[in-house]
């Protein structure tokens, strides 16, 4: 056992750890987490649950021995307390420091618990602890995307993370349930900070970093799957602000569905961020799209839902390159029946009409490359321009819109269009299609600005004339004009 001087000790660093300055409120973490991180070896604290009450009837018949282990295990708990509120600290190096030393005192609790654990509880992780750090980590008024981002260290400890997880979805669950589903902006972010960390390997051999022991449910791949679409899901049921559907839809189909167990988990979240509208809705088609081919969703709405994203505002924002990359990729496949090829092909016509030539740049390409991959569709080509267009545009079913009838005639419209490069791509219909697709990965990223330097910097060749050509006002072309007029 240590001696007395160890009270007097835990009494000041209790009352530097409330200190204004910066170095000592550091330098008595330090201190903190070196005393009781022995004490903790040492067994030197009380064992069992605090007795609660007036703090002296607490030390009741109990031996000077019991005493001393009562008084430090009631100053541990107060440091750690302390140390809890310091993670929502102003500065930055407080905040970590206390961070690291609660850190320490979990895997000093979990290798010498302070509970009394029967035969059958052999095995035993501070989740008190925990939790109560995930808590301040998910703070509802401070921004902890740094501190977040130096906890990393300790999420690739696998029992660490998997309790983590469980953490999360218990705050989460609570807070918002409290709120009716209404958070504040720091607390979202905090939180798609903290679980977009997580991840999982994709093997059980790779679980072999623990920070306690290798037991329990926290070396089982299974149980940290489960953990982990739990997690996810507890947060995504939930009303979201608009910027956070994207940034959790941008890494779901690499950062997320790998480490679900039933990835099709996931349709309700995407069915209601597609109704958002926007990038959000093309993002959500994505993870849609990813669900259906990876892991057999049944869901025959998602090509009626891509045709009515195809409207004049998707020319114009900022995520038009997207789009079309992805749709390129939605629209890859041969097996896609004949009408829905077409409408998709008719509606990109009729847009392109009002489109800007960057926009134009991508879409008749990418109407060719679909007539190279269903050469049926070649009919809408060759078919005679009638009086009366029978499509209908404002038919949201591409199957009821009555493409196949029509023709692309906006095709031959655009060949007539003013700029000299949109007119030679609107040609290129009017000849045999090579099988060879357009990359228009090169074209997605063009803007008008790149299209107007090129063209002013291209050197004009000189055309050979049948007249001289005037070189000043009243001189050139054989001097007529200064034989007959003279500047006064």
Known sequence: MLTCDTV??????????????????????????????????????????????????????????????????????????????????????????????LMKFAEGEGRHPLEDLDWSEHYSFPRELLQGVVDRLLSRTTENSMLISRFQEFLEMEDVRYYVMSSIRENVGKVLAKNKGV??????????????????????????????????????????????????????????????????????????????????????????????????????????????????????????????????????????????????????????PLYLVAAFAKRLARLALTAPPTALLIVLPFICNLIRRHPSCRVLVHKPKSVEDPYLMEEEDPAQCRALESSLWEIKTLQSHYHPDVAKAAGSINTPLSGLEDDISELLEKTTYELMERDLKQTRKTVPLEFETATQLLKGGGDVLGQHFCLG
């Open 183 to 336: 958070g504040e902006p720091f607390m979202f972010n905090n939180v798609f900070s903290l679980m977009s960390n997580i991840s999982i390997p994709s093997q059980e051999s790779g679980l072999t970093n623990f920070m306690i022991k290798q037991e329990g449910e926290s070396c089982l791949l299974s149980e940290h799957k489960r953990a982990f679409e739990k997690m996810w899901l507890g947060f995504l049921k939930y009303k979201l602000p608009s910027n956070m559907y994207k940034k959790i839809l941008v890494i779901l189909h690499d950062s997320i569905l790998p480490h679900m167990s039933k990835p099709t988990l996931m349709i309700d979240f995407l069915t209601a961020a597609y109704d958002v509208g926007g990038a959000i809705s093309l993002l959500a088609l994505n993870g849609l799209f990813v669900l259906i081919h990876q892991h057999n969703l049944d869901y025959p709405d998602f090509y009626k839902k891509l045709y009515n994203l195809l409207e004049p505002s998707v020319f114009h924002v900022k995520y038009r390159a997207r789009f079309f990359h992805l749709a390129n990729l939605f629209l890859s496949s041969s097996h896609l």
């Open 8 to 101: 007097h000790v835990s009494f000041i660093l209790y009352v530097i750890l409330q200190s204004e300055k910066e170095k000592d409120v550091v330098n008595a973490v330090n201190a903190c987490s070196k005393l009781f991180s022995t004490l903790l070896e040492k067994k030197d604290l009380f064992l069992g649950k605090l007795p609660t009450g007036e703090e002296e009837e607490a030390f009741i018949g109990l031996s000077a021995e019991e005493k001393y282990r009562l008084f430090m295990r009631q100053r541990y708990s107060s440091c750690v307390e302390m140390l809890l509120e310091h993670l929502d600290h102003e500065l930055y190096s407080v905040k970590e420091s206390a961070l690291c030393c």
